[in-house]
């Protein structure tokens, strides 16, 4: 233990001392250059660039350039324009796999398998379950899964434990007894205004993130909307979940509107908020009083098996103009080892998608001292991305405008919204082609 105390020190005073990430010797010859692009948010930013300072004080000869994503509507649109034009970095870290169909059919990236020990780092790093949800469509990684936040149920234990529960909803049956009991003391005490929990609703494509798709994956045992571009929504489970929402809003366990202009569970109004890991800074500094818990989705009640969840994965990709891959795959490798997977937690808060993360002792004080985070942590093996198909955000606007239609203001039967939303779904992909 104490071994692995002296390199996590070191590992964070080597992040926090050297020039600028900026700072590279551009007139030096003989020296590869590699441009790297993180995401934007700033702890990330510092990651990245303490990162690279530690990079390149140990490999002068292969020198990396840290620099923001040039400002645009989205890190895709901005990605997928600088493909076309021959501007993208080396080296991304903020690949989200929904538009990896995009980068892959413009050309725009580099397989990971055409290196000869990607087998026996991935081996070392990725279970080979998880690994294989990110193999494109061809046979091929383009992607290496770094991070991920699984989109898990957060609850206020004081709520909950006022109505009588010590434990949170394991099963839909039990989530919508205690919101219907909610339900019930507000038409009785018009002053009492608290909610089990709220959705955006919306019909844009990301919100069924926080909703729909994890409810399905945890649903169907950690199965995703298709199935090798195929659509694979058409069951028992994809129904049974939109007849949950549906409930919850018939029986006012969620409201349709909200006036509240901060976020409830913030105030004390919701019992429940389905949200990632980002949620518990948030909670700590702006309501400490809360206490609150961290379980997983609540599922059908007749469901068996590990709850799997939504996680919104962000994956590294090397680009196929880059004149260096060999030199951009040893940086892309320095970003994903243990030390630096611990650097992802401790700055970033994010979790490293990491077989041995709960058993590498590395990571242990870690989570002593942050144990929600654990719980997370235990989640993340379980999780699912988005599936790799053309067109996503189009085919996810029409799944949320018949989520809207048949869960929020019950005007179709979730069996009709769900047969519309496949059609629409194909009709779409067959569109584009």
């Not at 000869?61 to 324009?81: C, D, F, H, K």
């Not at 994890?214 to 169907?220: C, R, V």
């Not at 068996?304 to 891959?325: C, L, Q, V």
């Not at 799944?399 to 869960?407: M, P």
Request: charge should be negative.
């Amino acid at each position: 233990m104490k071994q692995h105390i002296l390199i996590i020190t070191s590992v964070l005073l080597l992040l926090s001392c050297g020039p600028s990430s900026h700072d590279i010797e551009h007139e030096k010859p003989g020296v590869t250059r590699l441009t790297y692009w993180p995401a934007p948010n700033p702890q990330e930013m510092q990651l990245a660039d303490s990162l690279v300072r530690v990079w390149n004080q140990n490999n002068p000869n292969i020198q990396v350039r840290m620099q923001p994503i040039p400002v645009g509507q989205s890190t895709e649109e901005v990605l997928l324009a600088s493909i076309a034009a021959g501007t993208t970095p080396d080296i991304c870290s903020n690949i989200w796999p929904g538009a990896l169909y995009d980068y892959t059919r413009a050309g725009g990236l580099v397989a990971f398998d055409k290196f000869s020990d990607f087998d026996s780092v991935m081996t070392s790093r990725v279970p080979d379950e998880l690994l294989e949800t990110f193999r494109s469509p061809d046979g091929s990684i383009y992607q290496i899964p770094w991070k991920t936040n699984p989109v898990m149920m957060i609850y206020n234990k004081r709520i909950l434990g006022e109505l009588g529960y010590e434990e949170p909803p394991r099963t839909y049956s039990e989530f919508l007894k205690i919101g219907r009991e909610l339900a019930g003391l507000r038409e009785k005490n018009k002053s009492f205004d608290v909610w089990m929990g709220q959705r955006d609703i919306r019909p844009i494509w990301w919100q069924r993130f926080f909703d729909y798709l994890p409810f399905y994956i945890a649903a169907s045992g950690g199965k995703t909307l298709f199935d090798n571009h195929t659509v694979a929504f058409v069951n028992e489970r994809a129904e049974a979940v939109m007849a949950f929402f549906r409930d919850c809003y018939r029986d006012k366990v969620f409201p349709r509107t909200f006036s509240h202009q901060q976020d409830p569970f913030l105030l004390e109004k919701m019992a429940t908020n389905f949200a990632g890991p980002w949620q518990i800074p948030t909670i700590q500094r702006y309501a400490p009083h809360i206490e609150f818990g961290v379980a997983p989705l609540p599922v059908p009640d007749n469901y068996e098996g590990p709850i799997y969840t939504y996680g919104d994965f962000k994956n590294i990709s090397i680009f196929s103009n880059t004149r260096h891959p060999e030199a951009a795959w040893e940086f892309v490798k320095f970003l994903v080892t243990p030390e630096h997977d611990f650097a992802l937690l401790e700055i970033a808060n994010q979790i490293p998608v990491r077989g041995d993360l709960l058993t590498n002792p590395m990571f242990d004080d870690f989570f002593k001292r942050k144990p929600h985070m654990l719980l997370f942590a235990e989640q993340a093996l379980y999780t699912r991305s988005v599936d790799e198909v053309a067109d996503l955000k189009e085919i996810l606007d029409a799944l949320s405008q018949e989520y809207e239609a048949a869960a929020v203001y019950g005007r179709r039967s979730p069996a009709e919204a769900i047969h519309r939303a496949a059609r629409r779904a194909e009709l779409i992909i067959e569109w584009n082609k």
